[in-house]
Every structure is written in C-alpha cells, then in structure tokens.
C-alpha cells in the first residue's frame, strides 16, 4: 500500500511559480511510476507530468512543456512539480500518483494506469 501526500498547493498570480511536493510511504519500492494530474472545475482530470522509476525518465503534457518540471528524491521519498510562468488556466486541483504496473510500453500518461493516488492540493492563478 502506497500513501501519498501532497503539499505546496496556494494562490499565486499569473507569471508567478510554486512547488508541489508529493510525499510518498508504505511500498515505495513498487512503483513504477510517479505522476501529476490536475482537474479544474467541470473539466476531466488530465495528465501534467510523470517520471518513470526505471531510468527517471520524464514526459510532460503539451500545454506545460518548457513550464514545469517533475523531478524525485528517493532518499526522501518525494516527488516534485516545479511550475514556472503559470496561467490562469493552470488553476486546478493537482494529484500525484504511483503506478506499480511495469510495461516499456506505458507512456503512463492515462489516470487508469496508476494505481494509488493523493488527496491534491489547490492550486490557483490569478490574472
């Protein structure tokens, strides 16, 4: 069993950036992946970011390349989403997740492909 704990949610004016922290606990060794999605209001959850635990690998969604950045430390068992130069439209309710399937053909960018998630943290940009 994975818990994941997410922090650094807050209000932040468009241009601004934030740091998303996503402590991780229980059996951390299984995951496969780690992952960032978000939801706004009305919408469907989406994909932002994901690291493969295998090689560190990262991929990004589109609408956030060149802007955020996912990283880990595994000594600390924390996963990371560096957001720079955000936009109104980033404001969201954003969620880590594990993924303990292995596959080298996953991108692991589908919410079904995770297995555990946190509970998210808020996040809102102002214009």
């Known amino acids: 069993q994975v818990r994941l704990v997410e922090s650094g949610g807050g209000l932040v004016q468009a241009g601004g950036s934030l740091r998303l922290s996503c402590a991780a606990s229980g059996g951390t060794s299984s995951t496969t992946a780690l992952g960032w999605f978000r939801q706004a209001p009305g919408k469907e959850r989406e994909f932002v970011a994901r690291i493969r635990g295998s090689d560190g690998s990262t991929y990004y969604a589109d609408s956030v390349k060149g802007r955020f950045t996912i990283s880990r430390d595994n000594a600390k068992n924390t996963l990371y989403l560096q957001m720079n130069s955000l936009k109104p439209e980033d404001t969201a309710v954003y969620s880590c997740?594990?993924?303990?399937?292995?596959?080298?053909?996953?991108?692991?960018?589908?919410?079904?492909?995770?297995?555990?998630w946190g509970q998210g943290t808020q996040v809102t940009v102002s214009s």
């Open positions: 997740a594990a993924a303990t399937y292995y596959s080298s053909t996953y991108y692991y960018t589908s919410s079904i492909q995770y297995d555990y």
